[in-house]
DNA sequence: TTTATCCATTCGGTATTGCCGAACACCGTT
DNA sequence: AACGGTGTTCGGCAATACCGAATGGATAAA
């Protein structure tokens, strides 16, 4: 299946200049200077000016006065913006988010199915004074997300397996599911339920609760997902948010002419 | 104040990558091929495949097969929504806007001031079901958009001319303003009023409302705005909505522990 | 004041490397 | 079977990205 080496990097000078704006990406706020980034990078200041200069003509930089400092550009948001808007499902999704989020007070995220793994591509943060970090465009952890767990129930018991192994199973909180009999347990009652849970998984005191999102050929193409605070949550909530999770992931496959599988269950 | 030629790209092969990008980001929805990029980049198609390899190496894009088809891919998504997380305007003026729109009922945005134009940084949509793009991201045109009127009214009329003589008061509809007394006029109003309105001048049946933010320093560092369709405004809404934006804006502006300017009028 | 140390920036020279074009394999259609 | 259309590989040349030294400025220490 894999067709050639992934990490085959073509083009060098391009490469380094993408892992610049990694570097400003996850550089402090109030920037990057020239000579840090130089330092960090092992390599010569003019050749990262030059390069930084053509990043700031793109908008992938932004540079500011005096230092100069380096952050990130608007471009960023702008093509982020742009690739959001253009995915057919992100496109469907927005408003029912909006609508759940609405009428669940939580911030509602929807993923995209990437070989297995979660891909949140949107996002709409609930009415709650309460803020956390769910990043999107992430490949997320498939076995501490509920929308990960939404979209495993989906597969092929085997095909499971083979995301597992190739996440590792690696730990997060003390809750985290870490054996594959475990997991496969989960993911039983995840296809017993309809929708999945993440209780302090990923992290502690937040829960997640998710359903899957299918095109027309039955076949799970994502998943929605409300994230909550812990404390909030009592144990006769969980259900009846499961099923209005549920019932919005309904109308998203709906809006795409999906139609939920009937599961082969190989 | 120009430092140097602001069109100096320093390398060229980082720059031709991310005209790739862009190609792709504004590509059709099902995606570009190999042949078609290399087509209308009149260059060999071995310099557009390592290019490409790269940038799906990096997430820049993604390639789908069968094909190979080439789609914006999802590091775009990430880092757009890290670059608006980071942003301690976006961060604050997140959850406000939320209020707003849950209060409103219309899509709102905030904007920073970049040299006197608006540029949005975060969206919060509706919960109607009508949508319409209101792109992140990108430099708006300052005298068509209420955003932009609101910043404009903060600056001295000198610069404010200025930005005008930039931006070319270019007409986007028959009710975009497109003359320097005209725009001055428009100003004195929103200077008056508190709050700026887009009736139509930037696209035809959408208006606007928005209200300035400001720092410690009393400057003018950006702007909220309330987007909506015309037909569903009454006259005697606009007073009503331009003060309830107004009352969002310096809410922010408070989080900000700012303080509005005492205007200049230089 | 002088000295020192950091910084960003400019500029040639060198060798790294990105690019082209030809050739290939692989479909579909004609 | 021959064609036009893909995506892909590879070798060789020239473009060019890189480094390092040198400059000027800014700030801090002596």
Request: glycine share 10%; net charge neutral.
């Amino acid at each position: 299946m894999l067709k050639a080496d992934p990490s085959a990097t073509q083009v060098v000078s391009v490469a380094r200049a993408l892992e610049l704006v990694e570097l400003v990406v996850h550089g402090p706020d109030e920037g990057l200077s020239l000579a840090e980034i130089a330092r960090t990078t092992n390599r010569s200041k003019s050749a990262i000016l030059a390069t930084l200069r053509t990043l700031v003509d793109f908008g992938y930089v932004r540079s500011i006065e005096p230092g100069p400092k380096y952050l990130p550009g608007m471009t960023l948001i702008r093509f982020g913006d742009l690739t959001a808007v253009k995915d057919p499902l992100g496109a469907i999704a927005r408003p029912i988010l909006t609508e759940l989020s609405g009428e669940s007070g939580l911030t509602i995220r929807v993923a995209r199915n990437v070989g297995g793994f979660p891909v949140f591509i949107e996002r709409v943060d609930g009415p709650g004074v309460v803020r956390f970090h769910t990043p999107l465009g992430a490949r997320e952890l498939p076995h501490v997300s509920s929308a990960g767990k939404a979209i495993l129930a989906e597969l092929s018991d085997s095909e499971i397996r083979e995301v597992a192994r190739e996440c590792g199973l690696v730990s997060r909180t003390k809750k985290s599911i870490t054996t594959v009999s475990e997991l496969m347990a989960e993911i039983e009652k995840v296809r017993h339920d309809g929708f999945a849970i993440d209780d302090e998984e990923d992290v502690q005191g937040i829960y997640c609760i998710g359903a899957a999102i299918f095109d027309h050929f039955g076949k799970c193409i994502g998943a929605i997902s409300a994230t909550g605070v812990r404390r909030d949550l009592t144990p006769a909530q969980v259900n009846r948010l499961g099923k209005l999770v549920m019932k919005y992931a309904d109308q998203v496959t709906d809006q795409l002419h999906g139609r939920k599988s009937v599961r082969g269950g190989k």
